[in-house]
C-alpha cells in the first residue's frame, strides 16, 4: 500500500475516533496528507499521538459555522487544495422521541446536517477538479428504530443533501457518494452516551439481526470509503451500505 495514495491531501471531520481515524490512518499509510477534525480533548490528543507527525489534528466543532470557517481557511493555508473531503462526523442519542429536548433535537442537526452542509459548501471551492466527497450516513437514513427517530432524520437528511452535491458539482468532475454503515465495532458503537448496559444490549442486538452475524470493523467501512474515494472514477449520487447485509432484508440459515 506504500505511496498508492503519494501526493494526496484529505480532511476527514470527525476523524479522531473510529471510522474517521481508520480512514485516515489508511490514507497515511499509503502516503497521503490528512487533516483531521475532533471536538474531544482526549480523542483529539489520543488521534496526534495515533497518526504522528504526518496528519494535521484540528479541534473543530462540527455543528459551529464559525469552526467551520477556521477550518476552511487551515485547509487553504496549509493545503491550498485537497483530493478528499470525507464528511465523518455524527452524534446520536437513544432516545425516545417523547424524550427529546428542543436542545438535543437542534443539536443533532446542526453536528449531522447543518454543519455537513456548510462544511461542503466552503470547502468545495478548494477541492480538485475530478476529486471527491464521501459521507458518511447510516443505514438508519431509510426505514425507523425506536430510539432513533431524530438521528435518523438527520441523516436522510444528509443522504439527500449528498443527491445535490453530486448534481451541482458535477461541472467540477467532483464526485460525491454515501457509504451507509450498520453495526460497526466503534470505541462508542456510534452513540457515545450509551451506558455499558446499551452498549452491551447494542452489541447482541446488532449480531443477532445482522445477516453476516457480526459487527463490522472501522477498518471494512475506511476501505469503501477510499472506494469512493480514489476508485469509483465513474460514479457519483451513489449509496453503499456497510452492514454485513441488513439492509438487503437477507435471511440466514437458522443456526
Known amino acids: ?20 481515524l481508520a480512514t485516515a490512518q ?22 496526534r499521538r495515533t497518526l504522528g507527525s504526518g496528519a494535521h489534528v484540528l479541534a473543530s466543532d462540527a455543528g459551529s459555522l464559525a469552526d467551520i470557517d477556521a477550518l476552511a481557511a487551515t485547509v487553504r493555508e496549509r493545503f491550498g487544495q485537497i483530493d478528499l473531503l470525507h464528511i465523518n462526523a455524527g452524534i446520536s442519542t437513544l432516545e425516545p422521541f417523547d424524550q427529546v429536548t428542543e436542545a438535543g433535537y437542534d443539536r443533532a442537526f446542526a453536528i449531522n446536517t447543518k454543519g455537513p452542509f456548510f462544511t461542503v459548501q466552503r470547502l468545495a471551492p478548494l477541492i480538485r477538479e475530478g476529486g471527491s466527497i464521501v459521507v458518511t450516513s447510516s443505514i438508519a ?52 452516551d450509551a451506558t455499558p448496559e446499551e452498549r452491551a444490549e447494542f452489541i ?24 469512493f ?9 451513489a449509496r453503499l451500505t456497510v452492514d454485513g447485509g441488513l439492509g438487503q432484508k437477507l435471511t440466514p440459515a437458522a443456526a
Do not use: W
Request: proline fraction near 3%; glycine fraction near 14%; charged fraction near 15%.
Open 1 to 20: 500500500m506504500t505511496n498508492i495514495y503519494g501526493g494526496k491531501k484529505a480532511v476527514i471531520t470527525g476523524g479522531t475516533i473510529g471510522m474517521g
Open 26 to 47: 489508511a490514507l497515511l499509510a499509503g502516503g497521503a496528507e490528512v487533516l483531521v477534525t475532533g471536538r474531544n480533548p482526549e480523542n483529539l490528543e489520543s488521534a
Open 141 to 192: 437514513d431509510e426505514g425507523g428504530m425506536h430510539g432513533l427517530s431524530v438521528y435518523s432524520a438527520t441523516k436522510a437528511a444528509l443522504r439527500s443533501f449528498a443527491s445535490g452535491f453530486a448534481a451541482e458539482l458535477l461541472a467540477r468532475g467532483i464526485r460525491v457518494n454515501v457509504v451507509s454503515p450498520g453495526f460497526i465495532d466503534t470505541p462508542t458503537l456510534g452513540v457515545a
Open 204 to 227: 447482541r442486538l446488532g449480531d443477532q439481526i445482522t445477516p453476516m452475524r457480526r459487527h463490522g470493523t472501522a477498518d471494512e467501512v475506511a476501505r469503501a470509503v477510499l472506494f
Open 229 to 237: 474515494a480514489f476508485e469509483a472514477t465513474f460514479t457519483t449520487g
